[in-house]
């Protein structure tokens, strides 16, 4: 068994202002998220993984004390396409965005990813680190990501059908997975995951 704490990053100015901040917009952990890091005590690990985006780098800093995690560059977030950087409000009126809220999400952002091809690649990212988790002998490990991966990650695994922002998480928040590796690695990933998560990742 193999444990896997999916962390989303601290606090970003985006995040503050409520925009679509995707795989485009490489923007780094704003004061109050550092402040609210540095506050939290999260558990010790072997081994920390991170998305490619500085949001996840510091956090993966500030939470484990890692300079140095392992980059998986699958865990980026998700093209949000022609919302990247824009929030509601600067959004109000554009057609797409109209459609996309009517759809509630479910097709995906326009100009961007679909929710399959996102869903897709965080599971490929997630598949590096248990592999690499495995090659390496370690059973805890965290992954500093964003929330977007972690709501992707959480529907494949609880093969959630009705709500997909069921799995919605704060900033510095996530979940506890415990896996059966010889199950994920024969690709039953919805039968991997050995009980219920856990959201309460920090002390």
Avoid at 106 to 122: D, V
Avoid at 142 to 169: F, R
Wanted: proline share 2%.
């Amino acid at each position: 068994m193999i444990e896997i704490i999916l962390v989303r990053h601290g606090k970003t100015k985006g995040n503050q202002e409520k925009r679509f901040s995707g795989k485009r917009t490489d923007e780094p952990v704003c004061q109050e998220g550092l402040e609210m890091l540095e506050e939290r005590i999260y558990e010790e690990v072997e081994a920390v993984y991170t998305s490619p985006m500085i949001r996840c780098r510091q956090t993966a800093c500030m939470a484990y004390g890692e300079e140095q995690p392992i980059v998986i560059e699958e865990l980026a977030e998700c093209d949000f396409g022609i919302l990247e950087g824009k929030n509601h409000g600067e959004l109000s009126g554009n057609s797409e965005y109209e459609l996309f809220l009517k759809e509630n999400g479910r097709n995906g952002f326009p100009g961007g990813e679909s929710i399959s091809e996102f869903a897709e690649r965080s599971v490929k990212g997630l598949c590096r680190v248990i592999a690499d988790c495995v090659k390496q002998g370690y059973k805890k490990a965290a992954c500093t990501v964003h929330g977007g991966t972690i709501l992707a990650l959480m529907n494949v695994l609880m093969k959630e059908q009705d709500n997909y922002y069921k799995w919605s998480v704060g900033n510095g928040d996530g979940f506890r997975l415990r896996i059966d590796e010889k199950k994920w690695q024969e690709g039953r990933y919805d039968e991997a995951v050995m009980d219920c998560p856990d959201h309460r990742i920090y002390s």
